[in-house]
């Protein structure tokens, strides 16, 4: 019964992460629920992630195509990031982190109805200086702690990229994924990972990550960035009473 909770729970948050990047919020609670230390929930839960960003990828080639250029940089700068995060979390626990993480993640959640840049072409706004520093901020993140942080990358690439909704969602399933994947890496080489519990959820992670491209391509944006915004500032409030 748990393994079959844990693949819903998978489909269900790999449907928020690839939407939104709020797959935490479904995900970290179900870890905890089946009887894993937060810590060591935190570690199964950003390897499981991995997969929600294989399914979104997979499905996002057209929102991808001519992006090559845009994210190649970024991606490298999101996976060092996440190296960087991952080491510091073994060295350090998340929970001195706890008391920052609710005002972070409402920032960002609130963050994703900020105007966005415009142009009458195109992709034809120069990078802003603080996107690169942002990205390497939030992969340090994502390694360490994670919660929402596909939700900051969101606002962040909404803040500097002239693309529409759709090509920036898949830009960060694919930058956020291989940050991740990074963190990744260095929990199973430090072998603190669940493989009983996380496989399953893994499995559920990858299908939500495919079905999400598709509710993308057949939603309202601006609707898409109020559920966005008011499922984060959901989970901020909770994480603040958790860690309050």
Known sequence: ??????????????LCGSVAGLASIVTYPALLAAGLAPLQANVTNTVALVFTSIGSVSASRTELAGQRAKITPLAVIAVAGGAVGGLVLLLAPADS????????????????????????V???????????PAVFANGVYSGY???????????TLLAGWVESFPRVNAAKSLIAGLGNAMGAVVFVVAGHVDWQLGIPLAIGLFVGGRLGPWVVRHSSPTILRYVIAAAGVGLAVKLGIDAY
């Open 97 to 120: 982190f706890e008391v920052v993480v609710p005002v972070l993640v409402g920032l960002a959640s609130l963050a994703v109805l900020a105007p966005r840049p415009h142009s009458h």
């Open 1 to 14: 019964m748990t393994v079959f909770l844990l693949v819903l729970a998978g489909v269900a948050g790999g």
């Open 122 to 132: 195109h992709g034809d706004r120069p990078e802003p200086r603080w996107l690169r």
């Open 145 to 155: 702690f994670g919660a929402a942080s596909g939700v900051m990358l969101l606002a």
